[in-house]
């Protein structure tokens, strides 16, 4: 479905000062290099201000600092957070043209007599829900879902076609979990014995709180023994693993393919780059920033943004470089020191 609305509306409904036209009608939401005259932009990075004068934007939506030039160019929309407004333009946006789930459950799912399901929930085609499983109001459980015996499903949460959700897996109100991910699988445990694995059944389970996003393909294992706790408001992107007992604080945000090896506490808005890697059994403070493809391999305790990646070797040799690497600025001291000893 296609919507429109006038400059007016838009403004009406989500605050800034209007500049221009409030009849001026709006049809899509795009960006800035692309936008027709019937599109509203918006400019957050000042990397993009060269884009701005040539637009063919209906309304850019501006700081205040580019006030004056958006006004220049026609109509604009001015706001102290350009891409705060914009996420929000988004969402009324989404709200007007995606259709509402109609409430129900479809004749091809399968849901067991001795589950709860709110009368309003949406329950696709050939989805499976185990008994014990509470499904909360407004509940969207998408086509070929699977839910487990005992999971709670907090109310508003969605699931994405195709999502697994293994027993006793807990999620808080509105969630949405992407497409194909598998919260509450095994985690990765295993007991070495004469040449061959043992395998160390995983008795925990997993917890999300409320406003958790998981991205598409993602994997979220349960705990060995205790469970791995997922905070209030975090975001997950695709492709990432979050392996048994992990523990990830309130409003930290993953980027794709990041792996994070059991047993590890991750701190509350925290920012983790496409790529990393966290090592086991360590701990992150909160408002820890680790940039793409860093390798965290030891607990980091203070605030602040860090990033690393060291070229692979023989294990032996990696740690002597490392060491080096680590006591380098030592060593620089030493020598300017030794050199102006000896001039």
């Not at 969605?158 to 999620?171: D, I, N, S």
């Not at 990041?258 to 590890?264: D, I």
């Not at 305790?301 to 690497?325: C, H, I, M, Q, R």
Request: charged share 15%.
């Amino acid at each position: 479905m296609r919507a429109s609305a006038t400059l007016g509306e838009i403004s009406g409904r989500l605050g800034g000062e209007l500049i221009g036209d409030a009849s001026t009608g709006i049809d899509a939401v795009g960006p800035l290099d692309s936008a027709t005259p019937s599109t509203i932009a918006f400019l957050a990075n000042p990397l993009y201000e060269k884009q701005l004068a040539a637009s063919q934007a209906g309304c850019v939506i501006v700081a205040p600092a580019f006030r004056e030039a958006a006004a220049i160019r026609g109509a604009a929309i001015v706001t102290p957070d350009p891409y705060l407004y914009f996420a929000r333009l988004t969402q009324w946006w989404a709200e007007r043209t995606r259709p509402a789930p109609l409430p129900g459950i479809h004749p091809t799912a399968l849901v067991d007599p001795g589950a709860e399901v709110a009368a309003d929930a949406s329950i696709g085609a050939f989805a499976v829900i185990e008994a014990g499983a509470a499904i909360g109001a407004g509940v969207t459980i998408g086509a070929h879902a699977f839910v487990g015996r005992d999971c709670v499903l907090g109310a508003g949460t969605r699931l994405g076609p195709r999502v697994t959700v293994m027993f006793e897996t807990t999620l808080g109100e509105r969630c949405f979990v992407q497409c194909g991910a598998v919260l509450g699988g095994d985690g990765f445990g295993f007991a070495p014995t004469a040449g061959r694995w043992e395998k160390i059944e995983q008795l925990g389970r997993v917890r999300l709180g409320d406003d958790v996003e998981i991205g598409a393909n993602s994997c979220i294992d349960r705990g060995a023994t205790g469970d791995t706790v997922i905070g209030d408001g975090v975001k997950i992107d695709n492709l990432v693993q979050i392996g048994h007992n992990v523990r990830i604080g309130a409003h930290t945000a993953i980027a794709g393919c990041v792996g994070v090896a059991g047993s590890t506490t991750i701190g509350a808005h925290c920012m983790l780059g496409g790529g990393v890697g966290i090592s086991g059994h360590i701990s992150i403070a909160d408002h820890v920033v680790v940039t793409a493809a860093t390798q965290v391999t030891r607990s980091i305790a203070k605030a602040g943004v860090y990033s690393g990646l060291f070229p692979f070797d023989d294990n032996a040799s990696w740690e002597k470089n490392a060491a080096t690497l680590r006591n380098l600025h030592a060593l620089r001291e030493r020598v300017r020191a030794l050199e102006k000893k000896q001039s």
